[in-house]
Nanobody, 119 residues
Framework: QVALVESGGGLVQAGGSLRLSCAASENIFSINRMGWYRQAPGKQRELVATIGASGSTNYADFVKGRFTISRDTAKNTVYLQMDALKPEDTAVYYC?????????????WGQGTQVTVSS
């Protein structure tokens, strides 16, 4: 079982920036993929960005050029730098870890952190 703890959410004006952090209880090299998802009220949870064990990254179209996912392997922490924020980025942001082991696909979630962007 991998524990994930998010931090860094808050209230920011449109055009501003926030950096989210996700601290993992285990070495993130042991986790095949780390990522950020978000869920706005009344909407389904959606993928924002992922980073693989190799360091490869992937972004949803709606954040390309504005958000950057990165990691600090010494701290077992993944970050989401969010710039040029828009009111439609308002959501609860969740950290996710996905581990493939012995033919099983394990998915772990953090508790979520609220991001609110005012216009």
């Amino acid at each position: 079982q991998v524990a994930l703890v998010e931090s860094g959410g808050g209230l920011v004006q449109a055009g501003g920036s926030l950096r989210l952090s996700c601290a993992a209880s285990e070495n993130i090299f042991s986790i095949n993929r780390m990522g950020w998802y978000r869920q706005a009220p009344g909407k389904q949870r959606e993928l924002v960005a992922t980073i693989g064990a190799s360091g490869s990254t992937n972004y949803a179209d709606f954040v390309k050029g504005r958000f950057t996912i990165s990691r600090d392997t010494a701290k077992n922490t993944v970050y989401l730098q969010m710039d040029a924020l828009k009111p439609e980025d308002t959501a609860v942001y969740y950290c996710n870890g996905r581990r493939l082991r012995n033919g099983y696909d394990y998915s772990y979630w953090g508790q979520g952190t609220q991001v609110t962007v005012s216009s």
